[in-house]
């Protein structure tokens, strides 16, 4: 396909840039530190350490990994919890002795975690000790050899760290009981590190940074293998992207998403270390109250979230209080970002949030909207720099401007692969180094590219094509409802229909009262036959609706 969106990137920003500017993001991490000394670097909870104390923890936790646990060049450790100090730490210290990061949703059920360490071969784990009664079940069938725990107040120093952490396991009883015997405490690792030494390490750009999985909703989760030159090409891209980083003296932004989750890995973590910015790390973003309030506490210049997180901020009490004078960028990804919530945000802060794309297997961003256009279009824009995107048919032939197909994904931040899956590899993989991404898209004669839905989320109402998206973002305009998601239900007539899941923000919206508002806006077959209504939808830890659940639950007897 032509580059056509060339012709419409932001002034100043390059087609191309080069993936290999640093060797490894332990050279990217290692610069940083070099140039932001006393820059903060990361907040949390009332807790902030600099560049220099960055620098000297992950020295220490990496020196640990190869002096007392014995690891080499390539191995893998597993790290599992939410945003906390102890992570940037142990993930940096990580990267800096070689070794591969495996990154682990601390709400995994003891299956899900089991597979992720067998499959993984991670020797070793840190992990949140509200999930430890999980890696209790199944350690021993893993090759988990050395267990690292760690409370929320113990990066907080005294007395605060005792006290956060009594309240968390006593009062809030958020620690389930556990035994795990030979197992090590963080700050006691730290502790033995400070008189080891780090041993330099030569990490190259295709040696693998992170084992980070994916597909765990629609079957077995695969390990996609990205590369030191996959994250460097990544966050270059960003930057070049949005050249307004790196001119701005200490950019802040709010981390709500979990780190371990690709979209604030990159996003947050590696583009803000990269132009010495510092990351306000929220652990529980879930507590909307909470959140509201430590948003009050900081003057930030970006924030990055979804649109059930945009949505719930908006929602809170005390959100449209806060001061957004020095807010620039709100960037948004993961899911569709809905026009609804993207003219509130507007409304209420006024500025736009900037809808980005991509997956886990692109590290993530491939596409984003320009930073300096504000009115929103439903596009996932223009690929980034070094990036081609092309529409292309079940056959993989490419198709023409405007029409629907599967998008395709080629640039450096594109995965080597799925670890130990050449089978789903090659189902993924086209011939060029081409990415079947399974979103399905168009782009327009500007170069825009609009995303209709997921393959396997596509509803089939007589034949004809129905998006979900498209209809969620029609029902959330409805000032009664805070959340909505549209899912295929099964019909004798049609084979499928569309049904609605619906969250009240009006108790006395109805059923009727949504189908009405559905006829006027949309043609006869995307009409909802069915609206439920529940007091919350399912998410994924990130906060996408998790859409297959919803449709399973319409097949159970009952439901």
């Given amino acids: ?230 994250l460097v090409g990544n966050t270059i891209q960003i930057v070049s992207w949005m050249p307004e980083l790196e001119r701005i003296d200490g950019p802040v932004v709010i981390t709500a998403l979990p780190l371990y989750h690709i979209f604030a890995l990159t996003t947050n973590c590696l583009v803000f270390t990269y132009v010495g910015g510092q990351n306000v790390l929220i652990t529980n973003p879930r507590d909307m109250k909470a959140f509201v309030e430590e948003l009050g506490k900081v003057r930030f210049t970006f924030i990055t979230g979804v649109n059930t997180l945009y949505n719930g901020l908006m929602n809170t009490p005390g959100f449209d209080k806060l001061d957004f004078s020095s807010l620039k960028i709100a960037l948004a990804g993961g899911m569709a970002l809905q026009g609804a919530v993207s003219e509130r945000w507007r409304q209420l802060t006024g500025r736009d949030i900037n809808q980005g794309w991509g997956l886990t297997e692109t590290s993530p961003v491939a596409t984003a909207n320009r930073p300096d256009e504000t009115r929103y279009t439903g596009s996932i824009g223009y690929p980034l720099p070094s990036t081609e995107l092309s529409i292309r048919d079940d056959n993989g032939n490419e198709l023409a401007i405007g029409q629907p197909g599967e998008i395709c994904v080629r640039g450096p931040q594109v995965m080597r692969e799925y670890w130990n899956r050449p089978d789903e590899t090659a189902k993924v993989m086209l011939p060029g180094g081409w990415l079947r991404t399974g979103d399905i898209g168009r782009m327009d004669e500007m170069g825009l590219t609009y995303i209709e839905d997921r393959k396997k989320d596509m509803i089939l109402v007589s034949g004809f094509n129905v998006y979900p998206n498209e209809v969620e973002g029609v029902v959330a305009k409805m000032p009664g409802v805070l959340e909505v998601a549209a899912v295929a239900q099964d019909d004798e007539k049609s084979g499928e229909v569309v049904a609605l899941f619906v969250v009240k923000k009006d108790p006395a919206l109805t059923k009727e009262q949504v189908i009405d508002f559905c006829k006027k806006e949309l043609t006869g077959y995307k009409v909802p036959r069915a609206v439920y209504f529940r007091d919350e939808l399912p998410k994924t830890n990130v906060g996408k609706i998790l859409r297959r659940e919803l449709r399973d639950g319409l097949k159970k007897p009952g439901a």
């Fill in 1 to 230: 396909m032509e580059k056509i969106w060339l012709k419409n990137y932001p002034p100043g920003v390059p087609a191309e840039v080069n993936p290999e500017e640093y060797p490894s993001l332990k050279h990217l991490f290692e610069e940083a530190f070099r140039k932001h000394v006393t820059k903060p670097a990361f907040t949390n909870l009332g807790r902030t350490l600099s560049y220099a104390e960055t620098e000297e923890l992950s020295r220490r936790f990496g020196a640990w990994l190869q002096k007392e646990a014995g690891l080499r060049k390539g191995d893998r450790i597993a790290i599992m919890m939410p945003n906390l100090l102890q992570y940037p730490i142990a993930l940096i210290g990580a990267l800096r002795a070689g070794l591969t990061v495996v990154n682990t949703n601390p709400l995994y059920t003891p299956r899900e975690l089991e597979h992720q360490l067998k499959d993984s071969g991670a020797q070793v784990i840190l992990i949140y000790e509200g999930a430890c009664a999980t890696l209790q079940e199944v350690v021993a069938r893993t090759p988990v050899r050395k267990v690292i725990t760690t409370g929320i107040g113990d990066m907080l120093g005294f007395p605060k760290g005792l006290i956060t952490n009594l309240v968390v396991r006593h009062v809030k009883k958020m620690v389930p009981a556990w035994s795990l015997p030979g197992s090590l405490r963080f700050n006691d690792v730290l502790s033995k590190g400070a008189s080891l030494t780090l041993n330099p390490v030569e990490v190259g750009p295709q040696d693998v940074a992170f084992l980070q999985y994916t597909g765990g909703t629609t079957g077995v989760a695969k390990g996609a293998v990205l590369t030191h030159r996959n």
